[in-house]
């Protein structure tokens, strides 16, 4: 964040890294409580949602709408050991406070992705858990659960092609791009989502494997779908859109 509206907080067992002026408008929210699920339950201000390897939840603030998302590990074993515990490598190397300036990085350069609230962590000895909040984008859905109800045209298409171009411009690279990661909203703006491990990379290889990655998702995704969902015809379209936001 920037450091005029960034602050690190320091609590019993971690730390919190805030925008201070988003904070401001939950007075009665202690930093660290806001990261608490019963905290906004006791309020009657939460609702589970989504899917995946974090456990998300909506947040309605008394002037905001946030996703509150719990980081958890992916893998069967890794689950199976850790479930939501990382090694501590230092407060750097922390996912939740990476993945919050990477955002404030894309989002002040304007980019389709979430704005980020706060972030924590709580460490215990060598491991530690942690958290991420960012601002919910209004009406847009997974692309996965608008496939689920109907195709979409060509111009969706494109212009999912034309957000990702745009991040791999300005050299992000996506470790999990696929059809749960990106939204749509109703007037058909593209956002992507979930940059836990995204990464700051020269031009290379890693921006084909993004595409084969989303393309593998669709296949998979759209294998449980009626027929006509995801074709051959959709991707062409949204390597159009990609090429063209290239030339730009």
């Given at each position: 964040m920037t450091t005029?509206?960034?602050?690190?907080?320091?609590t019993?067992d971690?730390?919190?890294?805030?925008?201070?002026?988003r904070?401001a408008?939950?007075?009665?929210?202690?930093?660290?409580?806001?990261?608490?699920?019963d905290?906004?339950?006791?309020?009657?201000?939460?609702?589970?949602?989504?899917?995946g390897?974090?456990?998300?939840w909506?947040?309605?603030?008394?002037v905001?709408?946030w996703v509150?998302?719990?980081?958890?590990?992916?893998?069967?074993l890794?689950r199976?050991l850790?479930?939501?515990?990382?090694?501590?490598?230092g407060?750097n190397?922390?996912?939740?406070f990476?993945?919050?300036?990477l955002?404030e990085?894309?989002?002040?350069?304007g980019?389709?992705?979430p704005?980020p609230?706060?972030?924590?962590?709580?460490?215990?000895g060598?491991?530690?858990?942690?958290d991420?909040?960012?601002?919910r984008i209004a009406?847009?859905?997974?692309?996965?659960?608008i496939?689920a109800?109907?195709?979409?045209?060509?111009?969706i298409?494109?212009a999912?092609?034309?957000?990702?171009?745009r991040?791999?411009?300005a050299?992000?690279?996506?470790?999990?791009l696929n059809a749960h990661n990106?939204?749509?909203?109703g007037?058909?703006?593209v956002?992507v989502?979930?940059f836990d491990?995204?990464r700051?990379?020269p031009?290379g290889?890693?921006?084909?494997r993004?595409?084969?990655?989303?393309?593998?998702?669709?296949?998979k995704?759209?294998a449980?779908?009626?027929?006509?969902?995801f074709t051959?015809?959709?991707?062409?379209w949204?390597?159009a859109?990609?090429?063209?936001?290239?030339?730009l």
């Amino acid at each position: 964040m920037t450091t005029d509206r960034a602050r690190r907080i320091a609590t019993v067992d971690g730390a919190v890294l805030v925008d201070v002026s988003r904070l401001a408008r939950e007075p009665d929210a202690p930093p660290d409580a806001i990261f608490e699920v019963d905290y906004w339950r006791s309020r009657g201000q939460v609702a589970p949602a989504g899917r995946g390897r974090g456990s998300t939840w909506m947040i309605a603030t008394a002037v905001d709408q946030w996703v509150l998302r719990h980081y958890r590990r992916g893998g069967a074993l890794a689950r199976r050991l850790l479930f939501d515990r990382y090694i501590w490598a230092g407060e750097n190397r922390v996912r939740a406070f990476a993945e919050l300036r990477l955002l404030e990085r894309l989002h002040a350069g304007g980019l389709p992705v979430p704005e980020p609230i706060a972030a924590r962590y709580r460490r215990a000895g060598i491991l530690y858990r942690c958290d991420l909040i960012m601002r919910r984008i209004a009406g847009a859905e997974p692309l996965s659960t608008i496939l689920a109800a109907a195709a979409l045209e060509q111009g969706i298409w494109a212009a999912i092609g034309s957000a990702i171009a745009r991040l791999h411009a300005a050299g992000v690279d996506h470790a999990d791009l696929n059809a749960h990661n990106i939204l749509v909203d109703g007037l058909g703006a593209v956002s992507v989502i979930d940059f836990d491990r995204g990464r700051i990379r020269p031009p290379g290889a890693w921006k084909a494997r993004n595409l084969q990655r989303l393309h593998r998702s669709l296949q998979k995704i759209s294998a449980r779908l009626p027929a006509g969902r995801f074709t051959t015809t959709a991707w062409n379209w949204l390597v159009a859109g990609y090429a063209h936001a290239q030339l730009l």
